[in-house]
């Protein structure tokens, strides 16, 4: 008899994305009049094409393979030497990271779940609330936590409560714990965390032995220069923490799919026998037994983006959507709600009017002005009575977005 992995069975129904994906498709076949109105600032998927000095380099890989003389069949799982290069050279000069210590892979949301190989049973975990769903998910999967309670919190986990007291940037805990999910800028509250209080973590992380898991899949859209953009900025992170980037969104490789991991060769684990393993070694041998690397176009069209074209042309998408956060921002702050986030990060995360809880606003949200927004619920129990906005669109949406919200507002019963 074949068995199953139980720990599925402790999952809530289904995955927020999926979730709400099911519900639009519902409202779109029960009203199809209105279906082709449906503008969605929902999931943070990017909208612009890609940069076109990465076009030309993913079209320059591509013909590279219809040659024999310059194909590439299965290149090193670790990634191509070139974009680990350029990536230490562009993102983590003179903060002590080497090439080898970057990892290739097709997406962090793949390597933040795929990091917990690595790691064994008994852990505590701390997970900030609200949180990024995977992080949660993926420890259910492994075992890593007992049954949910009424309120969808897992037994097992340790909290971290981010609230508009704390600017959503969760207070060092009393409590003891072994791995740590941070992320900043965060989704989905669009927070950042200063040096200080990231440097409160790295110490944190060291007294105690732990690892952060650092999540900067969104540090390109940092706009303020005193906030780092690498947890290796902070003195004594590269002793205690692992850090996870993508080109999903500064890129837009959403569709194409490329991010990395660092690993410094400095972060090491307690071994059953008592000793010490760094963390590099072992994630290089999943890394070599589980992934067969990226693929050389996709690779060749990522360290584009390095290249000065694409510079520019990566500063112009991050702008662009900025700029969308910034309407959005202002348009829920002019109609009376409170606002968080989008100043550097393309998320905004906004508090709902009174006696609306987070699912009930993305009802009313798609029913009344067929706008797809993220009930702050989805997120964890801390996200309730929030919902997120992505400013991932066109300009033309965005306008269009703040126009209906305003007429939501505007014809509603007082807030």
């Given at each position: 008899m074949a068995t199953i992995n139980a720990n599925f069975l402790k999952l809530k129904a289904g995955y927020l994305f999926p979730e709400i994906a099911r519900r639009v498709k519902a409202y779109s076949e029960a009203n199809p009049d209105l279906a082709a109105r449906i503008i969605r600032c929902g999931i943070g998927d990017v909208t612009e094409p890609l940069p076109a000095a990465v076009v030309d380099a993913m079209h320059a890989g591509v013909a590279a393979m219809a040659v024999r003389e310059t194909f590439m069949g299965y290149g090193p799982e670790q990634g191509y030497e070139f974009l680990r290069q350029a990536i230490v050279e562009h993102q983590f000069a003179g903060l002590g990271i080497a090439a080898d210590e970057v990892f290739i892979s097709d997406g962090s949301k793949c390597d933040t779940g795929n990091i917990?190989?690595?790691?064994?049973?008994?852990?505590?975990?701390?997970?900030?609330?609200?949180?990024?769903?995977?992080?949660?998910?993926?420890?259910?999967?492994?075992?890593?936590?007992g049954e949910a309670n009424?309120?969808?919190?897992?037994?097992?986990?340790?909290?971290?409560?981010?609230?508009?007291?704390?600017?959503?940037v969760a207070d060092v805990p009393r409590e003891h714990a072994d791995l740590i999910y941070l992320c900043f800028p965060n989704n989905p509250t669009g927070?950042?965390?200063?040096?200080?209080?990231?440097?409160?973590?790295?110490?944190?992380?060291?007294?105690?032995?732990?690892?952060?898991?650092?999540?900067?899949?969104?540090?390109?859209?940092?706009?303020?220069?005193?906030?780092?953009h690498s947890i290796f900025e902070i003195d004594g992170a590269r002793e205690c923490a692992i850090e996870f980037r993508s080109f999903s969104k500064n890129g837009g490789f959403t569709g194409v799919r490329c991010a990395y991991v660092v690993i410094p060769q400095t972060v090491t684990g307690h071994s059953g026998a008592g000793g010490?393993?760094?963390?590099?070694?072992?994630?290089?041998?999943?890394?070599?037994?589980?992934f067969n690397g990226a693929s050389y176009p996709v690779q060749r069209a990522a360290a584009a983006v390095f290249s000065d074209a694409g510079k520019a042309q990566v500063a112009a998408l991050i702008a662009h959507y900025m700029g969308n956060a910034k309407l959005l921002r202002e348009t829920c702050a002019a109609v009376g709600l409170p606002v968080f986030g989008g100043?550097?990060?393309?998320?905004?995360?906004?508090?709902c009017p009174q006696g609306v809880d987070a699912w009930g606003m993305f009802d009313k949200m798609l029913a009344e002005a067929q706008v797809v927004i993220t009930p702050g619920a989805g997120f964890g129990a801390g996200g309730e009575g929030y919902f997120r906005i992505s400013a991932f669109n066109s300009r033309a949406n965005v306008e269009e977005v703040c126009r209906r919200l305003k007429a939501l507002v505007a014809h509603a019963h007082p807030y």
């Open positions: 917990l190989d690595i790691f064994g049973p008994g852990n505590v975990i701390a997970i900030t609330d609200p949180v990024y769903p995977v992080y949660v998910d993926t420890n259910v999967m492994a075992g890593n936590t009424a309120r969808g919190a897992y037994a097992g986990l340790l909290y971290l409560p981010c609230n508009a007291a704390n600017g959503f927070a950042v965390a200063t040096r200080e209080q990231l440097a409160a973590w790295v110490a944190y992380a060291r007294a105690n032995d732990a690892i952060i898991l650092f999540d900067a899949a969104y540090e390109a859209f940092i706009q303020d220069p005193a906030i780092p010490r393993v760094p963390l590099h070694q072992l994630w290089s041998r999943r890394h070599s037994t589980k100043v550097n990060a393309p998320y905004v995360w906004v508090g």
